[in-house]
Each structure stands twice: as structure tokens, then as C-alpha cells.
């Protein structure tokens, strides 16, 4: 009963609830104070007030939890990209290439079949990232394969000037 009431004021106590009729006080600055102690911040101070926290917290972001996209990505240490042609802008009646050319090779000590997320980032003269894109290929073990990677935003061709395999994944 005990570890009850223990766990429903810690439930209560990290969702900002408070009973006393105060709530938190949430100014900026940071700062702590209770009816004990004041540590300066903006946090401010209520006698009947057991723990109201000022300004800042230890929690960023907005909502609770984490959002994980299904299915999961891993990383795979033996699944290879290497770029084989870049994107280039069109020039005279040569139409513009928006999509650069990997060749993928799966992991050769799998089992079967495996799918694999490419990403592929579209870098400027100062090697900066332009644009990204990513693809998808199902490949047997150790199997290869040359996969078009699309710009995202083909717009953008004119200052790309090198295209960088930045990461082949499992995609289970």
C-alpha cells in the first residue's frame, strides 16, 4: 500500500501535477524552490507549496516518450553502397539526371534474403549537403545490385557537385 502511494506521488510529481492548488511555475532561467529552500532562477516560493520547480527542467523535446517509426532500422556492418554516377544538371539537350546510381552489396554472411535502406546525401562545392535521398533493395546474401537514389528536392541539381553514400541499413 505503501509502494503504492509512493509510486502515485512520483506518477503525479513527473507530470507536473500538483495537488496544493499552486501548479508549477514555468518561467524561463532555471532556478529551483519548495517551501524550504529558494536557489534564485524563476522559480518562486509558496509556504503550503511541497515542490514547485522554476524555470528550467531536465526534460526537452515536446510530449513524453519517443516516437520509434516501424519497421526498425539496424545498422548493418557488412552491407556496402558505393556510388557509381552522381545526379548532373541538364546541359544542351542532355536532360537533367536527378538520381544518383549505388551499387549495393548485401551482407555475403546472411541468411536469405534481407531489404536495405540506402541514404545518399547530394554535397555542394564546400561539401555541404544540398539535398539527401534515400532507396530501398531486397538482396540475397552477399548478392549486388545498382539501385537509383532520387534527389529529394530536384530542384536543387545546379549546386551539387558530389554525391556521398551515407548509410545502408537492415530494414526489417
Known amino acids: 500500500m505503501r509502494f503504492t502511494a509512493v509510486l502515485a506521488g512520483v506518477v ?14 514555468s518561467g524561463g532561467g532555471g532556478g529551483c524552490s519548495n517551501s524550504h529552500k529558494s536557489n534564485g532562477g524563476s522559480g518562486y516560493r509558496h509556504d503550503d507549496d511541497y515542490d514547485s520547480t522554476g524555470g528550467s527542467g531536465s526534460s526537452s523535446g515536446s510530449g513524453s516518450g519517443s516516437y520509434t517509426p516501424s519497421p526498425t532500422p539496424s545498422p548493418s556492418a557488412t552491407a556496402t553502397g558505393t556510388v557509381v554516377t552522381c545526379v548532373s544538371p541538364a546541359k ?38 544540398v539535398d539527401t535521398g534515400s532507396a530501398f533493395v531486397t538482396l540475397d546474401a552477399g548478392a549486388a545490385e545498382s539501385v537509383k537514389v532520387p534527389m529529394a528536392l530536384p530542384s536543387r541539381i545546379a549546386k551539387v557537385k558530389d554525391c556521398r553514400v551515407v548509410r545502408v541499413m537492415e530494414w526489417s
Open 92 to 129: 544542351g539537350k542532355r536532360p537533367a539526371v536527378t538520381s544518383a546510381t549505388v551499387r549495393v552489396t548485401g551482407d555475403p554472411l546472411a541468411s536469405g534474403s534481407h531489404r536495405y535502406r540506402l541514404e545518399v546525401a547530394f554535397l555542394g562545392s564546400a561539401d555541404e549537403t
Open 12 to 25: 503525479l510529481a513527473l507530470t507536473g501535477f500538483s495537488g496544493h492548488g499552486h501548479g508549477k511555475s
